[in-house]
């Protein structure tokens, strides 16, 4: 292609202020560069654009033509750049997250209002069905950042620390494990297990607990649904391993109780998963720091806050 867009900036300066001088001012060019560059695309064109009248130039057929798209096409450029400008000023944008906590997103709300103030011009949506896999979601851009509690290795992506949390064995009160202090693999042998996913690899109380101790639970049930697990707890038809924050109102309601998982705890180093870039827009950069603040939670365990930096 012989247009480039100096050449349209070139047409553009030369029709509106009439001479080299003058154009090569406004595009910060000398009059004998400007000249050259004349020249040369008109010998690439075939076709002079410009009339010499004394000192002015006035459009040709063929310039008036070209500085009529032109026009057309450096205004669309220039509206395009300065939209571009605002995206990455964090004034203007498109926000796609998505977490491993499944449906518990109550904690994200103060959240999200916050960063409203802080970014009234980027719309954020919960890719909900990114929620089992948002690495792979990340990497073929259906979303911005995942909140993961596992980290990989991969050069093309960066992880930024959030916060910590404690994953506790949820069960009725008047449950046998309900007075324990701790609880242990070989406790659950007997019991049915609530997870959110099949895969054992996908469960960190399987992959951190369980395996390593050669357990199996007498069930196992798969339920991506946090309230519907929340129920069968209550209702006594199985246990769940879930985050101390998520289940701390029905806790302090009393209508659960959180049992710690080994002597030590079942804790969790929570991540911003975004695409490795040199310079992060501004707007992603702003969210991950919010999310450093992490789930409130005023029970035993809560989240560890650290600060996110990108």
């Not at 020249?39 to 075939?46: C, S």
């Not at 609880?183 to 960190?204: G, M, S």
């Amino acid at each position: 292609m012989i247009l480039e867009v100096k050449h349209l900036q070139l047409v553009e300066a030369l029709a509106a202020y009439g001479t080299l001088t003058n154009a090569g001012k406004h595009l910060n060019l000398t009059q004998s560069a400007l000249s050259h560059q004349l020249v040369e695309l008109e010998r690439r064109l075939g076709t002079p654009l410009f009339h010499r009248i004394g000192r002015r130039l006035v459009p040709t057929l063929a310039g008036d033509r070209l500085l009529r798209s032109a026009t057309r096409t450096l205004s669309i450029l220039r509206r395009t750049e300065s939209s571009l400008k605002r995206i990455a000023a964090g004034h203007e944008a498109l926000l796609r997250f998505s977490t491993a906590c499944y449906t518990t997103y109550h904690w994200l709300s103060p959240l999200l209002e916050e960063y409203a103030r802080r970014c009234p011009k980027v719309d954020v949506q919960v890719v909900a069905e990114a929620t089992g896999r948002p690495i792979d979601a990340l990497l073929t851009g259906k979303i911005d950042v995942g909140i993961v509690s596992d980290v990989i290795s991969d050069e093309r992506i960066d992880f930024v620390p959030l916060f910590q949390d404690e994953v506790v064995l949820i069960v009725p009160p008047t449950h046998r494990l309900a007075s324990r202090s701790f609880v242990a693999a070989q406790d659950l042998a007997d019991e049915h297990l609530l997870v959110y996913t099949e895969p054992r690899v996908d469960n960190v109380i399987f992959r951190r607990v369980l395996d390593p101790a050669g357990i199996v639970p007498r069930r196992v049930s798969a339920i991506q649904l946090t309230e519907a697990i929340v129920e069968m707890v209550k209702a006594g038809l199985g246990v769940a391993a879930m985050a101390r924050w998520a289940v701390d109102p029905y806790v302090r309601a009393g209508n659960l109780v959180g049992v710690r998982i080994t002597p030590e705890g079942l804790h969790r180093a929570w991540h911003a998963a975004t695409l490795r870039q040199q310079a992060p827009p501004l707007y992603v950069r702003e969210f991950c720091r919010l999310l450093g603040v992490g789930p409130l939670s005023s029970g035993q365990g809560g989240p560890v806050r650290r600060e996110a930096s990108m």
